[in-house]
T-cell receptor
Framework: GAVVSQHPSRVICKSGTSVKIECRSL??????MFWYRQFPKKSLMLMAT?????????EQGVEKDKFLINHASLTLSTLTVTSAHPEDSSFYIC???????????FGSGTQLSVL | QQQVKQSPQSLIVQKGGISIINCAYE??????FPWYQQFPGKGPALLIA?????SEKKEGRFTISFNKSAKQFSLHIMDSQPGDSATYFC???????????FGAGTTVTVRA
């Protein structure tokens, strides 16, 4: 089956620094990628939808200047958490789909801890 | 606005028993209803999905029942095993964009 690789799996950073998370579709061209945030024992909250070559569409309440999303190619999307603060600590997950596909494939997630 | 409501929040079942998780959705335009299994520290993995043109779909020990008129669907895990202990999420959305709304999740614990 299709594989979505997410890197890093875990990152610890200091408050005020920026962190980049990568999401790659390994064996298909991802026309659309989604970014989610998940708090402990909670559901997935959609943050934004990104389509290759166009600006990401952010969900209401998500700061686009804090969570920068770049979908530069059909196999790579990145989420950059800028000027991270402890309240940004969370589990971030990406998913990808392809045109005509019947499934949504998820990455393995990134645990971000901001000290 | 919560578009998908999931219950129960948690359940405990004995090995070999049946786990049942229920979901209800609001948007009648939704035409894709997947269930995901998530282990701690991992991303969700697709278990099984159904579209509204069928009332039931079975894959191995997992069965989805779908009631379009009631806008409800459920997951049945037959012959539950300790390895099934995980959090299960239902979701609903449109098959053309996969922008899914997720339920709150159900933590299933299977006791040996």
């Amino acid at each position: 089956g299709a594989v979505v690789s997410q890197h890093p799996s875990r990152v610890i950073c200091k408050s005020g620094t920026s962190v980049k998370i990568e999401c790659r579709s390994l064996d298909f061209q991802a026309t659309t990628m989604f970014w989610y945030r998940q708090f402990p024992k909670k559901s997935l909250m959609l943050m934004a939808t990104s389509n290759e070559g166009s600006k990401a569409t952010y969900e209401q309440g998500v700061e686009k200047d804090k969570f920068l999303i770049n979908h530069a190619s059909l196999t790579l999307s990145t989420l950059t958490v800028t000027s991270a603060h402890p309240e940004d600590s969370s589990f971030y997950i990406c998913s990808a789909s392809f045109l005509g596909g019947e499934k949504l494939f998820f990455g393995s997630g990134t645990q971000l801890s901001v000290l | 606005q919560q578009q998908v409501k999931q219950s129960p929040q948690s359940l405990i079942v004995q090995k070999g028993g049946i786990s049942i998780i229920n979901c209800a959705y609001e948007n009648t335009a939704f035409d894709y209803f997947p269930w995901y299994q998530q282990f701690p520290g991992k991303g969700p993995a697709l278990l099984i999905a159904i579209r509204p043109d069928v009332s039931e779909k079975k894959e191995g020990r997992f069965t989805i029942s779908f009631n379009k008129s009631a806008k409800q669907f459920s997951l049945h895990i037959m012959d539950s095993q300790p390895g099934d202990s995980a959090t299960y999420f239902c979701a609903a959305g449109l098959s053309w964009d996969y922008k899914l709304s997720f339920g709150a999740g159900t933590t299933v614990t299977v006791r040996a």
